[in-house]
């Protein structure tokens, strides 16, 4: 499987981006996909991830009401749409794939930056 992220950018708090996760490879092979953040000095944390057959998605509670992860099928890509963005909000976002009864997240995209900043 291999994942390309791209959508990352700089923009103004209250803004919006929205980030996108294009899978190819044995997408049949796929269980989930999640989004995942790292800011400068801080782990890697969870953002949120959707199931890629029934679609169910789950949030981190810093991001609940203003993220929304969903897929387009037909193009076998995950986005993420970030609203009511924060400066706290500025990390490098990564998407991983989560692979059937692995239990981990296998295959991870490159980073795209997302800079928060008046």
């Known amino acids: 499987v291999q994942l390309q992220a791209s959508g990352g950018g700089l923009v103004k708090p209250g803004g919006s981006l929205r980030l996108s996760c294009a899978a190819s490879?044995?997408?049949?092979?796929?269980?989930?996909v999640g989004w995942f953040r790292q800011a400068p000095g801080k782990e890697r944390e969870f953002v949120a991830a959707?199931?890629?057959?029934?679609?169910?998605?789950f949030y981190a509670d810093a991001v609940k009401g203003r993220f929304t992860i969903y897929k387009d099928n037909a193009k076998n890509t995950v986005y993420l749409q970030l609203n009511s963005l924060k400066p706290e909000d500025t990390a490098v976002y990564y998407c991983?794939?989560?692979?059937?009864?692995?239990?981990?997240?296998?295959?991870w995209g490159q980073g795209t930056q997302v800079t928060v900043s008046s």
């Open positions: 490879g044995s997408i049949f092979s796929i269980n989930a």
């Open positions: 991983a794939a989560s692979i059937v009864r692995s239990g981990e997240y296998n295959y």
């Open positions: 959707i199931n890629w057959g029934a679609g169910r998605t």
